[in-house]
């Protein structure tokens, strides 16, 4: 928490520190990168099916090894050369 509040801190303006309405930096040189892990499945899973329907198959051979897939996100502006392209 420490270091999130430091980080928000350092985003501010250092022009505008005095002023009663600081302001941030422009961000539009920053690149934001995110990485989340996922389990592809969980342990106990609920279905509720028609009555026509198969029970659908598990893939994992055991339920204390479960696979983890990783979803690595970035966000940025888009990047403009001198004719605006």
């Not at 600081?22 to 099916?49: A, C, G, S």
Request: with cysteine; glycine share 4%.
């Amino acid at each position: 928490m420490k270091e999130r509040l430091q980080f928000c801190i350092s985003m501010l303006d250092q022009i505008t520190l005095g002023d009663a309405e600081p302001k941030f930096i422009d961000m539009q040189n920053i690149v934001h990168m995110d990485e989340k892990w996922f389990y592809m499945t969980k342990k106990k899973r609920k279905y509720y099916l028609l009555p026509e329907e198969d029970d659908p198959t598990r893939t994992v051979q055991n339920k204390n090894n479960i696979g983890k897939v990783m979803l690595l996100t970035v966000v940025a502006s888009p990047r403009r050369d001198a004719q605006g392209l």
